[in-house]
């Protein structure tokens, strides 16, 4: 198991908390500094405990063959997914790319209004998995792509995006402390090279489309 990674100043208390309790073993007896080793353990754990909540992962729920509805669902959304990339750059004729974002957001969301049985209410411990991924998932990645699309074609970019699963599997594999073995190694390895296939002819045009190549791919590796 990978030791979860502490925020800022976790560090700091956690030394501040490692040296109170050995003053506290020493002395004996009941004295201020107590009172400040206590606040600085209980600090240190509310701490901890975010970063445990917010960098963990699990074992994936389906791990069974795809059935045809699995299949059926696959299809659909990929096609909705890879349409998104084709809209963007039609909106990119007449709007700017910050407004592009905004409008991909505000129509999920109005999605999600009218359909109000989709919704259920997040749990007081996933907040803060929420605020993170609502950067992570949806601000910066949504923002990327239009300004990225300036300069890359959607077709390119939507390809490139497919660079997501196996960016995914690299990461899911840090933090389950797994190694790549047999096909998921073959698998890997076929996908950057799929991806460097990709990118290669639109680096060669240019700075700038090697720059929105970056960006794609930077917004691939936050999903």
């Known amino acids: 198991m990978i030791p979860p990674v502490l925020p800022v100043g976790a560090v700091s208390l956690r030394e501040n908390v490692r040296r109170g309790h ?9 004295c201020g500094g107590i009172t400040d080793f206590g606040n600085d353990l209980r600090r240190y754990r509310v701490l901890r405990h975010m970063a445990e909540k917010i960098l963990t992962t699990t074992e994936g729920t389906n791990r069974n063959t795809f059935s045809a509805i699995d299949w059926a669902l696959f ?22 790319p910050g407004l592009v974002t905004w409008v991909r957001v505000g129509t999920g969301a109005a999605a999600l209004w009218l359909f109000p049985a989709s919704r259920t209410p997040i749990d007081r411990a996933d907040r803060s998995r929420v605020i993170v991924l609502s950067f992570i998932w949806v601000a910066i990645p949504f923002t990327l792509f239009p300004v990225a699309q ?21 990461v899911a594999m840090i933090l389950l402390g797994r190694r790549a073995r047999g096909t998921l190694l ?24 090697a720059l929105g190549v970056v960006l794609i791919l930077t917004a691939a590796s936050l999903y």
């Open 75 to 96: 299809t659909a959304i990929s096609l909705i997914w890879g349409s998104s990339f084709l809209l963007m750059d039609i909106g990119l004729d007449n709007f700017a």
């Open 150 to 170: 300036q300069w890359v074609n959607s077709a390119v970019a939507g390809m490139l995006n497919g660079a997501t699963p196996t960016i995914t599997a690299l």
């Open 22 to 30: 050995d003053g506290v073993m020493k002395l004996g007896c009941g």
């Open 186 to 209: 073959a698998g890997l390895v076929v996908g950057f090279v799929g991806i460097v296939l990709i990118g290669i002819p639109s680096i060669g045009e240019g700075e700038t489309q």
